[in-house]
Protein backbone atom coordinates (compact mmCIF):
# COMPACT_ATOMS: atom_id res chain seq x y z
CA UNK A 1 0.00 0.00 0.00
CA UNK A 2 3.06 2.09 -0.08
CA UNK A 3 1.31 3.69 -3.18
CA UNK A 4 3.80 5.73 -4.95
CA UNK A 5 7.14 5.66 -3.35
CA UNK A 6 9.14 6.23 -6.72
CA UNK A 7 8.06 7.51 -9.53
CA UNK A 8 11.63 8.00 -10.75
CA UNK A 9 11.64 4.00 -10.71
CA UNK A 10 8.55 3.09 -12.44
CA UNK A 11 9.46 5.83 -15.62
CA UNK A 12 12.59 3.84 -15.82
CA UNK A 13 11.19 0.65 -16.11
CA UNK A 14 8.14 2.16 -18.30
CA UNK A 15 10.62 3.52 -20.76
CA UNK A 16 12.48 0.74 -22.22
CA UNK A 17 14.94 -0.30 -19.37
CA UNK A 18 12.37 -3.24 -18.19
CA UNK A 19 12.64 -5.25 -15.11
CA UNK A 20 16.32 -6.45 -14.78
CA UNK A 21 16.09 -8.54 -11.83
CA UNK A 22 14.24 -11.76 -10.99
CA UNK A 23 14.97 -15.24 -10.09
CA UNK A 24 13.17 -18.48 -11.53
CA UNK A 25 11.33 -19.90 -7.79
CA UNK A 26 12.11 -23.84 -7.63
CA UNK A 27 9.13 -24.50 -4.73
CA UNK A 28 9.12 -27.83 -4.95
CA UNK A 29 5.48 -27.61 -4.80
CA UNK A 30 1.95 -29.63 -6.67
CA UNK A 31 -1.51 -29.10 -6.26
CA UNK A 32 -3.86 -29.38 -3.27
CA UNK A 33 -7.15 -27.97 -3.81
CA UNK A 34 -6.35 -25.59 -6.52
CA UNK A 35 -4.44 -26.38 -9.65
CA UNK A 36 -5.49 -30.09 -10.10
CA UNK A 37 -4.25 -30.98 -13.20
CA UNK A 38 -1.63 -28.83 -13.80
CA UNK A 39 -3.50 -26.57 -16.12
CA UNK A 40 -0.79 -23.92 -16.44
CA UNK A 41 1.46 -26.52 -17.93
CA UNK A 42 3.78 -25.20 -20.30
CA UNK A 43 3.01 -21.66 -19.43
CA UNK A 44 6.09 -19.12 -18.72
CA UNK A 45 5.06 -16.70 -16.14
CA UNK A 46 6.18 -13.97 -14.06
CA UNK A 47 5.10 -12.19 -10.89
CA UNK A 48 6.06 -9.04 -9.62
CA UNK A 49 5.25 -7.02 -6.63
CA UNK A 50 5.91 -4.23 -4.70
CA UNK A 51 8.82 -3.84 -2.21
CA UNK A 52 6.95 -3.80 0.91
CA UNK A 53 6.65 -6.96 3.58
CA UNK A 54 2.73 -7.97 2.64
CA UNK A 55 3.79 -7.31 -1.24
CA UNK A 56 5.98 -10.03 -1.03
CA UNK A 57 4.32 -12.46 0.64
CA UNK A 58 1.43 -11.73 -1.74
CA UNK A 59 3.83 -11.66 -4.70
CA UNK A 60 5.26 -15.35 -3.77
CA UNK A 61 1.90 -16.78 -2.41
CA UNK A 62 0.78 -15.78 -6.43
CA UNK A 63 3.90 -17.69 -7.70
CA UNK A 64 4.00 -20.49 -5.38
CA UNK A 65 0.02 -21.28 -6.73
CA UNK A 66 0.98 -20.77 -10.21
CA UNK A 67 4.23 -23.05 -9.67
CA UNK A 68 1.79 -25.96 -7.88
CA UNK A 69 -0.37 -25.62 -11.43
CA UNK A 70 2.42 -26.57 -13.31
CA UNK A 71 4.15 -23.30 -14.51
CA UNK A 72 7.18 -21.83 -14.76
CA UNK A 73 7.48 -19.03 -13.08
CA UNK A 74 10.04 -15.79 -12.78
CA UNK A 75 9.78 -14.10 -9.94
CA UNK A 76 10.39 -10.30 -9.75
CA UNK A 77 8.69 -9.37 -6.91
CA UNK A 78 9.96 -6.35 -4.84
CA UNK A 79 10.08 -3.33 -7.12
CA UNK A 80 10.07 -0.08 -5.38
CA UNK A 81 7.52 2.32 -5.33
CA UNK A 82 3.83 1.79 -6.79
CA UNK A 83 3.73 2.41 -10.66
CA UNK A 84 6.62 0.15 -11.30
CA UNK A 85 4.98 -2.97 -10.83
CA UNK A 86 1.79 -1.92 -12.29
CA UNK A 87 4.06 -0.89 -15.71
CA UNK A 88 6.05 -4.34 -15.81
CA UNK A 89 2.31 -5.93 -15.96
CA UNK A 90 0.62 -3.37 -18.22
CA UNK A 91 3.49 -3.67 -20.87
CA UNK A 92 3.38 -7.43 -20.45
CA UNK A 93 7.09 -7.49 -18.95
CA UNK A 94 5.07 -9.23 -15.85
CA UNK A 95 2.16 -11.22 -16.12
CA UNK A 96 0.53 -10.13 -12.35
CA UNK A 97 0.52 -8.83 -9.39
CA UNK A 98 -1.97 -8.01 -6.80
CA UNK A 99 -2.68 -4.65 -6.12
CA UNK A 100 -5.25 -2.69 -4.22
CA UNK A 101 -8.63 -1.02 -5.26
CA UNK A 102 -7.88 2.29 -3.72
CA UNK A 103 -4.25 2.83 -5.19
CA UNK A 104 -5.62 2.29 -9.17
CA UNK A 105 -8.48 4.61 -7.92
CA UNK A 106 -6.03 7.18 -6.56
CA UNK A 107 -3.07 6.93 -8.30
CA UNK A 108 -2.93 5.73 -11.23
CA UNK A 109 -6.38 6.95 -12.50
CA UNK A 110 -6.01 10.25 -10.77
CA UNK A 111 -9.45 10.24 -9.15
CA UNK A 112 -9.81 12.85 -5.68
CA UNK A 113 -12.49 10.69 -4.64
CA UNK A 114 -12.56 7.38 -3.18
CA UNK A 115 -15.90 5.18 -3.82
CA UNK A 116 -17.06 4.49 -0.14
CA UNK A 117 -18.63 0.57 -1.39
CA UNK A 118 -15.85 -1.60 -1.67
CA UNK A 119 -17.33 -3.81 -4.07
CA UNK A 120 -18.12 -0.84 -6.00
CA UNK A 121 -14.71 0.33 -5.92
CA UNK A 122 -13.20 -2.61 -7.29
CA UNK A 123 -15.77 -2.67 -10.10
CA UNK A 124 -14.72 1.26 -10.79
CA UNK A 125 -11.33 0.19 -10.78
CA UNK A 126 -11.56 -3.32 -13.04
CA UNK A 127 -13.77 -0.93 -15.68
CA UNK A 128 -11.51 1.48 -16.09
CA UNK A 129 -8.60 -0.69 -16.33
CA UNK A 130 -9.84 -3.16 -19.33
CA UNK A 131 -8.58 -0.21 -21.30
CA UNK A 132 -5.17 -0.40 -20.13
CA UNK A 133 -5.07 -4.08 -21.22
CA UNK A 134 -5.57 -5.11 -17.30
CA UNK A 135 -7.91 -7.65 -16.10
CA UNK A 136 -8.87 -7.76 -12.18
CA UNK A 137 -9.80 -10.63 -10.69
CA UNK A 138 -12.37 -10.91 -7.69
CA UNK A 139 -11.25 -9.12 -4.84
CA UNK A 140 -10.01 -10.43 -1.30
CA UNK A 141 -11.65 -8.35 2.32
CA UNK A 142 -7.90 -7.73 3.17
CA UNK A 143 -8.32 -3.97 3.27
CA UNK A 144 -4.35 -2.38 3.75
CA UNK A 145 -5.97 1.34 4.38
CA UNK A 146 -4.19 3.86 6.57
CA UNK A 147 -5.52 4.17 10.48
CA UNK A 148 -4.22 6.43 13.49
CA UNK A 149 -3.16 3.99 16.61
CA UNK A 150 -1.94 4.47 19.73
CA UNK A 151 -0.89 2.34 22.79
CA UNK A 152 -3.23 1.19 25.15
CA UNK A 153 -2.15 3.65 28.00
CA UNK A 154 -3.04 6.66 26.14
CA UNK A 155 -6.21 4.79 24.83
CA UNK A 156 -7.41 4.92 28.48
CA UNK A 157 -6.25 8.19 29.27
CA UNK A 158 -7.77 10.21 26.64
CA UNK A 159 -10.96 7.69 25.45
CA UNK A 160 -10.51 8.36 21.82
CA UNK A 161 -12.09 5.15 20.02
CA UNK A 162 -12.83 7.04 16.65
CA UNK A 163 -11.09 9.81 14.39
CA UNK A 164 -14.34 12.22 15.23
CA UNK A 165 -12.67 11.48 18.85
CA UNK A 166 -9.25 12.50 18.06
CA UNK A 167 -10.55 16.03 16.51
CA UNK A 168 -12.84 16.82 19.60
CA UNK A 169 -9.81 16.04 21.76
CA UNK A 170 -7.20 18.22 19.19
CA UNK A 171 -10.20 20.97 20.26
CA UNK A 172 -10.44 20.69 23.55
CA UNK A 173 -6.66 19.64 24.43
CA UNK A 174 -4.55 20.50 21.53
CA UNK A 175 -1.33 19.66 23.62
CA UNK A 176 -2.69 16.00 23.81
CA UNK A 177 -2.55 15.41 20.62
CA UNK A 178 0.68 14.42 18.54
CA UNK A 179 1.03 12.60 15.84
CA UNK A 180 3.98 10.34 13.67
CA UNK A 181 3.64 9.90 10.31
CA UNK A 182 5.44 9.31 6.80
CA UNK A 183 6.48 11.82 4.80
CA UNK A 184 4.11 10.30 2.50
CA UNK A 185 1.27 10.27 4.39
CA UNK A 186 1.96 14.24 5.35
CA UNK A 187 1.25 15.07 1.91
CA UNK A 188 -1.35 12.98 0.18
CA UNK A 189 -4.33 14.17 -0.46
CA UNK A 190 -6.14 10.65 0.84
CA UNK A 191 -3.72 11.13 3.65
CA UNK A 192 -3.15 13.81 6.91
CA UNK A 193 -4.37 16.94 5.13
CA UNK A 194 -7.86 15.31 3.59
CA UNK A 195 -8.35 13.78 6.82
CA UNK A 196 -7.68 16.98 8.78
CA UNK A 197 -10.13 18.30 6.25
CA UNK A 198 -12.30 15.62 6.75
CA UNK A 199 -13.01 15.81 10.27
CA UNK A 200 -11.95 19.28 11.22
CA UNK A 201 -9.15 18.22 12.79
CA UNK A 202 -6.77 21.52 14.13
CA UNK A 203 -3.03 19.79 14.55
CA UNK A 204 -0.44 22.78 13.97
CA UNK A 205 2.64 21.32 11.97
CA UNK A 206 4.96 21.32 15.30
CA UNK A 207 2.99 18.52 16.92
CA UNK A 208 3.49 16.11 13.47
CA UNK A 209 7.00 14.77 13.69
CA UNK A 210 7.45 12.43 10.27
CA UNK A 211 9.65 9.41 10.28
CA UNK A 212 9.93 5.73 9.04
CA UNK A 213 7.43 3.48 8.99
CA UNK A 214 9.23 0.99 11.72
CA UNK A 215 10.07 3.89 13.76
CA UNK A 216 6.45 5.02 13.82
CA UNK A 217 4.85 2.23 15.36
CA UNK A 218 8.05 1.90 17.74
CA UNK A 219 7.10 5.43 18.98
CA UNK A 220 3.23 5.33 19.26
CA UNK A 221 4.13 1.53 21.47
CA UNK A 222 6.35 4.09 23.81
CA UNK A 223 3.62 6.53 23.96
CA UNK A 224 6.61 9.08 22.05
CA UNK A 225 3.57 10.38 19.97
CA UNK A 226 -0.12 10.40 20.83
CA UNK A 227 -0.93 8.60 17.56
CA UNK A 228 0.96 6.83 14.85
CA UNK A 229 -0.13 6.52 11.20
CA UNK A 230 -0.24 2.62 10.86
CA UNK A 231 -1.73 0.69 7.99
CA UNK A 232 -4.60 -1.67 9.16
CA UNK A 233 -2.83 -5.42 8.21
CA UNK A 234 0.35 -4.37 10.03
CA UNK A 235 1.57 -7.46 11.99
CA UNK A 236 2.39 -5.04 14.32
CA UNK A 237 -0.65 -3.55 15.36
CA UNK A 238 -1.67 -7.03 17.38
CA UNK A 239 2.50 -7.34 18.40
CA UNK A 240 2.43 -4.27 20.05
CA UNK A 241 -1.03 -3.79 21.18
CA UNK A 242 -1.88 -1.08 19.78
CA UNK A 243 -5.77 0.53 19.67
CA UNK A 244 -6.76 1.93 16.29
CA UNK A 245 -9.29 4.72 16.04
CA UNK A 246 -11.89 3.55 13.72
CA UNK A 247 -12.73 5.73 10.37
CA UNK A 248 -16.42 6.47 11.47
CA UNK A 249 -16.51 9.26 8.57
CA UNK A 250 -15.14 6.56 6.01
CA UNK A 251 -12.63 9.23 4.88
CA UNK A 252 -9.47 6.44 3.39
CA UNK A 253 -10.15 4.61 0.79
CA UNK A 254 -11.13 1.02 0.50
CA UNK A 255 -7.84 -0.62 0.08
CA UNK A 256 -8.64 -4.54 -0.98
CA UNK A 257 -6.13 -6.13 -2.28
CA UNK A 258 -6.89 -7.55 -5.49
CA UNK A 259 -4.75 -9.88 -8.31
CA UNK A 260 -4.43 -7.82 -11.36
CA UNK A 261 -3.38 -10.19 -14.78
CA UNK A 262 -2.23 -8.82 -17.78
CA UNK A 263 -4.98 -9.66 -20.16
CA UNK A 264 -3.36 -11.57 -22.87
CA UNK A 265 -1.90 -13.48 -20.27
CA UNK A 266 -5.10 -14.10 -18.69
CA UNK A 267 -6.67 -15.40 -22.76
CA UNK A 268 -4.30 -17.67 -22.79
CA UNK A 269 -4.21 -19.26 -19.57
CA UNK A 270 -7.62 -18.71 -18.67
CA UNK A 271 -7.28 -21.02 -15.43
CA UNK A 272 -5.18 -18.15 -13.70
CA UNK A 273 -8.50 -16.86 -12.68
CA UNK A 274 -9.58 -20.71 -11.24
CA UNK A 275 -6.77 -20.83 -9.10
CA UNK A 276 -6.21 -17.30 -7.80
CA UNK A 277 -9.88 -16.90 -6.79
CA UNK A 278 -9.84 -19.45 -3.69
CA UNK A 279 -6.45 -18.29 -2.53
CA UNK A 280 -8.21 -14.55 -2.56
CA UNK A 281 -10.78 -15.47 -1.03
CA UNK A 282 -9.43 -16.65 1.89
CA UNK A 283 -7.07 -13.53 2.66
CA UNK A 284 -8.52 -10.68 4.77
CA UNK A 285 -7.03 -8.60 7.97
CA UNK A 286 -6.42 -11.17 10.25
CA UNK A 287 -4.73 -13.36 8.08
CA UNK A 288 -2.71 -10.55 6.49
CA UNK A 289 -1.48 -8.85 9.93
CA UNK A 290 -1.08 -12.79 10.73
CA UNK A 291 1.37 -13.09 7.69
CA UNK A 292 2.94 -9.85 8.18
CA UNK A 293 4.09 -10.27 11.69
CA UNK A 294 5.90 -13.21 11.24
CA UNK A 295 8.21 -11.31 9.19
CA UNK A 296 8.19 -7.98 10.56
CA UNK A 297 7.78 -9.48 14.36
CA UNK A 298 9.73 -12.69 14.23
CA UNK A 299 12.25 -12.35 11.31
CA UNK A 300 10.91 -14.98 9.06
CA UNK A 301 11.14 -15.31 4.87
CA UNK A 302 8.22 -13.72 3.01
CA UNK A 303 8.42 -16.23 0.90
CA UNK A 304 8.90 -19.50 3.13
CA UNK A 305 5.61 -17.43 4.75
CA UNK A 306 3.55 -17.42 2.05
CA UNK A 307 4.60 -21.31 1.25
CA UNK A 308 3.85 -22.68 4.47
CA UNK A 309 0.58 -20.60 4.88
CA UNK A 310 -0.13 -22.34 1.34
CA UNK A 311 0.48 -25.31 2.86
CA UNK A 312 -1.76 -25.06 6.09
CA UNK A 313 -4.67 -24.09 3.79
CA UNK A 314 -4.28 -27.28 1.67
CA UNK A 315 -4.31 -24.86 -1.61
CA UNK A 316 -1.03 -26.38 -2.13
CA UNK A 317 1.10 -29.27 -1.12
CA UNK A 318 4.66 -30.02 -0.91
CA UNK A 319 6.94 -32.73 -2.58
Same mark, same amino acid.
Given at each position: ?????S??????? @???????????M?? #???????? !??????G? #?? &????? /?? *?? %????? @????I???? @????????????????S????????A?? $??????????????? =???????? !? %???????A??E?????? /??? &??????????? !?????????????????? =?K?????????? +?? /????? @?????G????????????? $?? !????????? %??????? *??? +? $??? &?????????? $??? #?????????Y??A???? &????? +???????????????????????L????????????Q???????????????
Open positions: MRRLLLTTALVL @ASGCGLTSGSPVD #DVRPGSIG !QGEPLKA #DL &TVTSK /EF *TE %QLILG @AIMGAFEA @AGAEVLDRTGIQGSVGREAVKSGEDA $VFEYTGTAWITYMGN =SKPIPDPR !Q %QWQAVRDDRNGLTWL /EPS &TLNNTYALAMN !QANAKKYGTKTLSDVAAL =SSDPGAVTLCV +EG /EFANR @ADGLPMQKAYGMNIPPSR $VT !QMDTGIIYT %QAAKGGC *TYG +E $VFT &TDGRIKSMNL $VVM #DDDKKFFPNNAPVIN &TNTLK +EWPAIADILNPITKKLNNSVAQSNAKVDVDGEDPHVALDWLVQEGFVKEG
